[in-house]
């Protein structure tokens, strides 16, 4: 396999010239061909060049406007019935607004190229705004890397919509279904769930039972009491959200409701319904809630535990663990978020005092808990590839999933220093990005 440059010539017409290395090509009809880029088609003339290199095309320029490929690129080719297609055209949806992919989110998108040497083509980072389906177009910025230096940078152009979407961003629902039509769902993640959504997809699945906690969405202060006679502690947390921002955790004592709140603040101990109720609408407003059983997790300097297990699809298809980050809460804190970070072995093996074995065994029961869960998010009609579960080992061992990150950070490896984790990630995504394009990762390239 290997990558090919296009040229350009300044010929009249839709043309182009391949070379004599090819003996035949499939698809050709009276000497016209099929060539595609994204999703652009145009027909050309087709004509065999012996000045030409066997790693080179030659277009006209009318086939150049047609496709909207960017020259200075190299790219896989297909050859087949249907006629010639040049790829992979990856996106990266990044922005809501053209104005959000600035000069400096561009340089941290530098980070998705580490394998353009061996998929080539044509990778773009692009908005929601750039996005016009009526010319069947995007505004955006195209990665080149430089000749020699194998410098990375980006480059501002109008190109064709690409064959597979890595969204980073929720665009609007009919902008969604729209994108989703034009890639054939060959995007991920292809639809935002909230944590009550994600309840509903686990909680009735046998082989979850009993690794979920018991959740009720919040229509008023019964589920609260509802939950508490089933456990000591409970947790409201907002149905949509991140950084563990607006949780609170609930118990009751003494006729009392004890709410803890965010770090260091006296919690609130209310003792009628009445104004336990009025405590709560004030946390709550007008957002949507759950009310969460809480899990007693294996404590480190009586400070709570948890684990981020990134799971994500590469070049094969199928779900695998990337990384397992051990993330520790600061003092007082209700939540883990916010603390501090060390390796999963180093949590329990150094901290805990757990011997390899055990916790080799504990390793692989998340991740088999975890790519259960995988499988359940991925139905048919959506398409999902990268996911941080937030999950819980309690104080006797068992596995709790709590949630799924879509938007999850990949920078968390980095807050232990484990770089070669963080460019996995970046690098599963790419993979499976051109995997779901229908081309390669290379081996031996030119």
Known sequence: MMLYKLLICDEQGSKIYVSQEIETVKGEVNGRINLYAGNKRISADIIKDK???????????????????????????????????????????????????????????????????????????????????????????????????????????????????????????????KLKEVTDNRMFNSYYFDKWQFYNMMSDALELKGHIPQTRYYSDFNDVDIMLQSFNSIYLKPAKGTLARGIASVSKLDGSYIFHLKQFIKPEA?????????????????????????????????RNTSFRVIMQKDETKKWGCTCIIALISGAGNICSNWGDEMAFEDLLIKNLKLGKERVNKIRKEIIELCTKACKLIDREDENYGDIGFDVIVDDKYKIWILEANKKHYHTVPLWIGDKKSFQSIKSNVMKYLTALSGFDILTGTN
């Open 51 to 177: 000045n030409l290199n066997k790693d080179e095309f030659k277009i006209s320029r009318d086939v150049l406007k047609a496709l909207h490929l960017p020259l200075n690129i190299k790219y896989q080719v297909r050859i087949n019935k249907e006629g010639i297609r040049f790829g992979p055209v990856l996106g990266l949806l990044m922005a809501k607004y053209k104005g959000g992919l600035t000069k400096g989110k561009l340089e941290l998108l530098n980070q998705y190229g580490n394998l353009y040497p061996i998929t080539g083509g044509l990778i773009m980072a692009f908005s929601v705004e750039g996005m016009d389906f009526d010319k069947g177009v995007i505004e955006g910025y195209a990665l080149k890397m430089g000749v020699g230096n194998g410098k990375l940078t980006w480059h501002k152009g109008i190109f064709p919509f690409p064959e597979a979407v890595y969204e980073r961003v929720n665009p609007p629902e009919d902008i969604r279904l």
């Open 270 to 302: 209310p003792k009628s319904k009445d104004k336990a109720e009025s405590f709560i609408n004030r946390i709550i407003k007008s957002k949507g809630y759950i009310v969460q059983q809480a899990v007693i997790p294996l404590k480190v300097r009586d």
